[in-house]
């Protein structure tokens, strides 16, 4: 069911790779990577939650990676934007 997830993820971002680039496909490698490396550990482990928690963390550290590779931007719109004099 992971791997079908993660087909599902690498075909949105092609979808819309000619708006925001190839790029983000990149952070699929090692979240993929991290999950694949817990599912085959699980069957070893005495308690396998500990391992779920931290291929999970390893997600997300990937997530809070592609928000810092793609750098601060300008905030539009909330009661400073355009729209508001």
């Given at each position: 069911m992971?791997?079908r997830?993660?087909?599902?993820?690498a075909?949105?971002?092609?979808?819309?790779?000619?708006?925001l680039?190839?790029?983000?496909?990149?952070?699929?490698?090692?979240?993929?990577?991290?999950?694949?490396?817990?599912?085959?550990?699980?069957?070893?482990?005495?308690?396998?939650?500990?391992?779920?928690?931290?291929?999970?963390i390893?997600?997300?550290?990937t997530?809070?990676?592609?928000?810092?590779?793609?750098?601060?931007?300008?905030?539009?719109?909330?009661?400073?934007?355009?729209?508001?004099?």
């Amino acid at each position: 069911m992971r791997r079908r997830t993660f087909v599902v993820l690498a075909l949105a971002i092609a979808g819309v790779a000619p708006w925001l680039g190839w790029w983000p496909l990149l952070f699929l490698i090692p979240a993929g990577s991290v999950w694949s490396v817990a599912d085959k550990l699980m069957p070893r482990m005495a308690r396998p939650e500990f391992l779920m928690f931290a291929a999970w963390i390893g997600g997300e550290i990937t997530i809070a990676g592609r928000g810092l590779a793609r750098g601060r931007r300008k905030r539009v719109g909330g009661s400073r934007g355009s729209r508001f004099p």
